[in-house]
């Protein structure tokens, strides 16, 4: 039985390893010129894990998921923490007690702490669509300051378009936090590859069952030589976009070296409201690299269009998930082909629920 998966980002890089695992003959290819997608990193000559596609941080509570990658790599204890410039000060996003205590004058920043207590469980995460629709007028204060402060502007540079017309899902990625944990992320398992994400990926192909080709587009014809494929790429492409095109936010980054121990204050600062930069990435923090010099990255984001820029993030909303249907439909229609990934699948998967998706397809047509 041959099989070839169609692109070495993470989901088609996981589910080529357990194919391989399973005494499988696999071939991965992909038209860049290096395995691991948009994970990708590489190191400098100071030792500093830059990631090209920007700042990637892996955090899970699947421990199928973690005991997975774990067999490719060990991992440092990366604890995300990101801050926000919001009137004139850095602040810790989630929007938590602290950012609260941070901007707010003491009594003022008690009445909010307390409103807050008193609607909901302490450590929980409450999405800011919802803390807007809270009936105590400290807390609509509270709402109306965050959703514009920390929500609006950024994710009109983001997206382009306003947090409520997105799926509720996107902006509550990002929910406030009743509590005072600083971290971006509770999840039980989180870090950063510690020889990087490029050499985990190495390692999950290193194996003798598995054939790598790099800077291999894509063609139909190649179908022929496969009794099953795998489709990581995007979903309207491989139907040479019979319905139009699936729309997509691109990023353009500026990377920049200093000649300075450090940058900022930490891996990524937020300008929500400032610039037309989302945010900066300070790359040596992910394994507190010691050196003399920095190395950051200024995010642009920007629409995608085709042949100028890549894709970065599916625009999940109701008009563009229709569309996404139809071409499920399609897909559907194919004997030989399964989409996965961000990409085939037109979601917006993080990294462990995309190495996920690929653990459980494997499973489900395979039984293991
Ligand atoms: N978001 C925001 N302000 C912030 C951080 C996030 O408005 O300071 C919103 C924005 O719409 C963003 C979404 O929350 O796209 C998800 O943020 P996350 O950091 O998860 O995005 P990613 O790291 O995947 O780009």
Same mark, same amino acid.
């Given at each position: 039985?041959?099989?070839?998966?169609?692109?070495?980002?993470?989901?088609?890089?996981?589910?080529?390893?357990?194919?391989?695992?399973?005494?499988?003959?696999?071939?991965?290819?992909?038209?860049?010129?290096?395995?691991?997608?948009?994970?990708?990193?590489?190191?400098?000559?100071?030792?500093?894990?830059?990631?090209?596609?920007?700042?990637?941080?892996?955090?899970?509570?699947?421990?199928?998921?973690?005991?997975?990658?774990?067999?490719?790599?060990?991992?440092?204890?990366?604890?995300?923490?990101?801050?926000?410039?919001?009137?004139?000060?850095?602040? %810790?996003? %989630?929007?938590?007690?602290?950012?609260?205590?941070?901007?707010?004058?003491?009594?003022?920043?008690?009445?909010?702490?307390?409103?807050?207590?008193?609607?909901?469980?302490?450590?929980?995460?409450?999405?800011?669509?919802?803390?807007?629709?809270?009936?105590?007028?400290?807390?609509?204060?509270?709402?109306?300051?965050?959703?514009?402060?920390?929500?609006?502007?950024?994710?009109?540079?983001?997206?382009?378009?306003?947090?409520?017309?997105?799926?509720?899902?996107?902006?509550?990625?990002?929910?406030?936090?009743?509590?005072?944990?600083?971290?971006?992320?509770?999840?039980?398992?989180?870090?950063?590859?510690?020889?990087?994400?490029?050499?985990?990926?190495?390692?999950?192909?290193?194996?003798?069952?598995?054939?790598?080709?790099?800077?291999?587009?894509?063609?139909?014809?190649?179908?022929?030589?496969?009794?099953?494929?795998?489709?990581?790429?995007?979903?309207?492409?491989?139907?040479?976009?019979?319905?139009?095109?699936?729309?997509?936010?691109?990023?353009?980054?500026?990377?920049?070296?200093?000649?300075?121990?450090?940058?900022?204050?930490?891996?990524?600062?937020?300008?929500?409201?400032?610039?037309?930069?989302?945010?900066?990435?300070?790359?040596?923090?992910?394994?507190?690299?010691?050196?003399?010099?920095?190395?950051?990255?200024?995010?642009? %984001?920007?629409?995608?269009?085709?042949?100028?820029?890549?894709?970065?993030?599916?625009?999940?909303?109701?008009?563009?998930?229709?569309?996404?249907?139809?071409?499920?439909?399609?897909?559907?229609?194919?004997?030989?082909?399964?989409?996965?990934?961000?990409?085939?699948?037109?979601?917006?998967?993080?990294?462990?629920?995309?190495?996920?998706?690929?653990?459980?397809?494997?499973?489900?047509?395979?039984?293991?």
């Amino acid at each position: 039985m041959q099989t070839l998966i169609i692109g070495a980002g993470i989901s088609g890089i996981s589910l080529t390893r357990k194919f391989a695992d399973n005494s499988h003959s696999i071939t991965i290819i992909d038209s860049k010129n290096h395995i691991g997608g948009n994970c990708f990193d590489y190191f400098t000559d100071d030792g500093i894990d830059v990631h090209q596609y920007g700042t990637h941080i892996f955090h899970t509570d699947k421990k199928e998921v973690w005991d997975f990658l774990s067999r490719f790599t060990q991992w440092y204890p990366y604890q995300h923490e990101v801050k926000a410039l919001i009137d004139g000060q850095f602040v %810790p996003v %989630p929007f938590n007690f602290n950012s609260i205590e941070k901007l707010f004058p003491t009594s003022m920043a008690k009445r909010f702490i307390e409103a807050l207590l008193e609607e909901f469980p302490i450590n929980q995460k409450v999405p800011i669509l919802k803390l807007r629709e809270s009936s105590n007028s400290d807390l609509q204060f509270l709402a109306d300051y965050v959703y514009e402060k920390i929500f609006l502007h950024y994710t009109v540079k983001q997206w382009g378009v306003k947090p409520e017309d997105l799926d509720p899902l996107v902006t509550g990625r990002v929910p406030v936090f009743v509590g005072r944990d600083n971290r971006y992320f509770q999840s039980k398992y989180q870090g950063i590859p510690l020889e990087g994400y490029t050499k985990m990926f190495e390692r999950m192909l290193d194996h003798p069952n598995i054939e790598v080709k790099l800077e291999t587009p894509f063609s139909h014809d190649m179908l022929k030589d496969y009794d099953r494929c795998f489709f990581t790429g995007a979903i309207d492409e491989y139907f040479n976009y019979r319905y139009g095109q699936l729309p997509y936010r691109s990023l353009k980054f500026d990377f920049l070296t200093f000649d300075r121990p450090y940058f900022q204050s930490n891996s990524v600062v937020n300008y929500p409201c400032n610039y037309d930069f989302t945010r900066i990435g300070e790359y040596k923090y992910f394994l507190d690299t010691q050196c003399d010099s920095t190395v950051v990255s200024y995010e642009y %984001p920007e629409a995608f269009e085709l042949g100028k820029n890549e894709r970065y993030y599916p625009i999940v909303n109701e008009e563009n998930n229709a569309l996404y249907q139809k071409y499920l439909a399609l897909a559907e229609q194919e004997p030989k082909v399964t989409f996965l990934g961000r990409l085939g699948d037109y979601k917006y998967y993080d990294m462990d629920t995309a190495v996920e998706r690929a653990l459980n397809l494997f499973n489900k047509e395979f039984g293991q």
